[in-house]
């Protein structure tokens, strides 16, 4: 079994300490640190998004093997930073206004990381003005919005027009997710994309992003 294979497994598994030491190997043995990512690190997690989609892992699991790929992440990003390795794409996620709900969001989060995306993460109950902000403030090209409960859905709806009103809805897709939310919502709302679960959302973000480049 390669180091990297052996990273992969041990995301998957959660031991958070032993990816971190497999990841400081890797680097100490002169490894591309972008190699690390790609062949050790996302596919691990990449594989836990696919098995909750699936419904052979629930979120305990995800959150483990998120944490686990994060120690390896705390080891890697000066690397990558110092080899001027660029993210697949940026994005800026939140809960919306009223929804302090965020279960949803960090495996989101998580599942986007997994695949390389650059996250921003603003927390629950974010004002639209803020997402704005957020997206000006990092160049994003992807919003996604979380809502969790039927009476703080129009709160993405409520980002997007605010994105309009700042002339920034061309530059960005506006992803939205959440229990009571449907691709007939999205439609209504002017979202470009809707997906079920988080893995799903991760899949289509990176593709979104590779289109765009």
Not at 196 to 208: F, Q, R, T, Y
Request: charged share 25%; aromatic share 4%.
């Amino acid at each position: 079994m390669s180091n990297y294979q052996e990273i992969t497994e041990k995301v998957i598994k959660g031991r958070a300490k032993e990816v971190a030491a497999l990841v400081e190997q890797a680097l100490a043995a002169g490894d591309d640190p972008l190699e690390i990512l790609t062949e050790g690190l996302m596919p691990g997690m990449n594989k836990v998004g696919e098995d909750f989609k699936n419904n052979v892992v629930f979120v305990p699991e995800v959150l483990i093997a998120a944490r686990a790929m994060n120690s390896g992440m705390k080891i890697l990003k000066p690397a990558l930073t110092k080899a001027g390795a660029e993210p697949v794409g940026r994005a800026v996620i939140c809960t919306v206004k009223g929804d302090m709900h965020d279960i949803g969001k960090n495996l989101v989060k998580m599942m986007l990381e997994g695949r390389g995306i650059e996250c921003y993460d603003l927390g629950t109950d974010v004002d639209p003005e803020r997402v704005v902000e957020a997206v000006r403030e990092h160049d994003a090209q992807l919003v996604c919005l979380s809502a969790l409960l039927t009476t703080t859905m129009y709160g993405q709806k409520d980002v997007i027009d605010a994105l309009k009103e700042a002339g920034l809805r061309d530059k960005v897709k506006v992803m939205v997710g959440g229990a009571p939310v449907t691709q007939a919502f999205a439609d209504e709302i002017g979202a470009d994309y809707y997906t079920l679960d988080a893995a799903s959302c991760a899949e289509v973000a990176e593709k979104a992003l590779k289109e765009a480049v």
